[in-house]
Structure formats: structure tokens, C-alpha cells
């Protein structure tokens, strides 16, 4: 759990590609990519599922709370899910602090 995605040389489309669907139909693929043994494994893939499942959450939190407000945040992650697929690292300002502090990024 201690290896960290450093750069792009080992990630494929396919990795690309799960990256970016977690972000668009996030919480559900990245559930689904948590089951698969061989996609959860892929230090690219990990960093991203994380970071989208936590951003997934919130969003549905906000969502609920502030009667929709929060959709717009969903609008954002189509923009991540855009760098993504390009095979770019995303930070997102406080989740993927934590999602690394915890060990699941």
C-alpha cells in the first residue's frame, strides 16, 4: 500500500479509463473497482478510485443537504475525470490529503 503513482511511464489506457468512469459515476465504479483484484492494485488506478469514491460522498452529502447546490460540484468532476483519462495526478484541495494520510491514495 506504500507504492505511490510517480509518473506515467506504467499506466495504460485501461488505467486511464477506469481513472476517469470513477470519477463520472462515482460512488458506484469505485465500489465496483475496489472488487476487482486486478484494478484496485494498480497504483494509478488506486489514487484515483480513492479520491473519487471520497469526492463521490461528499458530493452526495452536499447534495442532500443544500437541496441540490452541491450538483454543481458534480460538474467538476467531469473536469477531473478529463486529467484523468490524460493520464495527469488530480489534487483535490482537502480529499486527497486525507485519502494519502489514510493509505488508500
Not at 9 to 24: E, F, G, R
Not at 82 to 87: E, I, S
Amino acid at each position: 500500500m506504500t507504492e505511490e503513482f510517480t509518473g506515467t511511464n506504467d499506466v495504460t489506457n485501461d488505467d486511464k479509463l477506469w481513472a476517469a468512469l470513477a470519477y463520472v459515476f462515482s460512488p458506484l465504479v469505485p465500489i465496483i473497482i475496489l472488487l476487482m483484484e486486478d484494478k484496485k492494485n494498480r497504483p494509478f488506478i488506486r489514487a484515483h478510485n480513492a479520491q473519487a469514491l471520497l469526492a463521490g460522498i461528499v458530493i452526495f452529502i452536499l447534495s442532500s443537504v443544500t437541496l441540490g447546490c452541491g450538483t454543481i460540484l458534480w460538474l467538476v468532476m467531469f473536469y477531473w475525470a478529463y486529467k484523468a483519462y490524460q493520464g495527469e495526478e488530480i489534487e483535490i484541495p482537502v480529499i486527497t490529503n486525507f485519502a494519502k494520510n489514510q493509505g488508500w491514495a
